[in-house]
């Protein structure tokens, strides 16, 4: 996957015509696993690459107010933008604000037919718990499947909780358990009840299993969605 530095925008020579060329390569290769529905993790780097374009916009007025200086790198955390010393150059600066306005359109524009893939999958997605749901559900497994195949994953999860800039979030953790073949025998229950046998430091687990009609890429699009849906779920 072609990647762009976090300050593709105003590093090196400062040319629209070059860094176009850089964005349609990078955009080019992100429409193609786009067209085969796999998103991930194409859509994130996209987004972030947007987040840090809009950034640096809403921040020019420092530029405008200050010595002109010239941004040279972005502490991921919480995105500060840092500056050294350029020689005033008004045409300079006319060139980095129309890097700017057309990138951010065009990766606007293709995160909008990533979001279109993602909220179609996810309105594809059915869940639903595997008997009863224990009082503490921040931990335990949820069953995967698509299409028409009778193959189902089994996945081990974690919520976990982030803060960030006096914020929570939630996360999941998950871990891969293995595959089975659903059958009448083989059952959403009798897996339930074999892997809080496997698994005594699990005894009263809460099991999910998320359904869809429809084939998708598991590892770049079903399993990303079906996780944040999940924790959706979970704390609705």
Do not use: C
Not at 92 to 121: C, D, H, W
């Amino acid at each position: 996957m072609k990647t762009l530095s976090e300050t593709w925008f105003a590093d090196g020579y400062i040319d629209f015509e070059l860094k176009k060329y850089t964005l349609l390569a990078y955009l080019k290769e992100i429409s193609e696993h786009f067209n085969e529905n796999k998103l991930y993790p194409q859509l994130a780097d996209l987004i972030f690459h947007y987040n840090n374009l809009v950034s640096f916009r809403e921040n020019k007025r420092f530029l405008q107010d200050q010595f002109p200086k010239r941004f040279t790198g972005i502490q991921l955390q919480k995105l500060e933008l840092l500056y050294e010393q350029l020689v005033t150059d008004d045409e300079l600066m006319q060139e980095l604000e129309e890097i700017i306005q057309y990138a951010s359109n065009r990766m606007k524009y293709t995160i909008t037919s990533g979001t279109e893939i993602y909220e179609f999958v996810e309105d594809k997605l059915n869940i639903y718990p595997i008997g009863l749901v224990p009082i503490e559900s921040n931990e335990g497994y949820f069953f995967l499947s698509s299409g028409e195949q009778l193959t189902t994953r089994i996945y081990r999860y974690r919520l976990n909780i982030i803060e960030k800039q006096q914020e929570r979030y939630r996360t999941m953790k998950t871990e891969y358990m293995g595959d089975y073949r659903r059958s009448f025998v083989n059952t959403y229950e009798g897996v339930k009840l074999n892997l809080i046998k496997e698994h005594k430091d699990l005894p009263n687990p809460a099991v999910y299993t998320i359904e869809t009609e429809l084939q998708f890429p598991i590892d770049e699009t079903l399993l990303p969605i079906a996780k944040r849906s999940l924790v959706r779920y979970i704390m609705s």
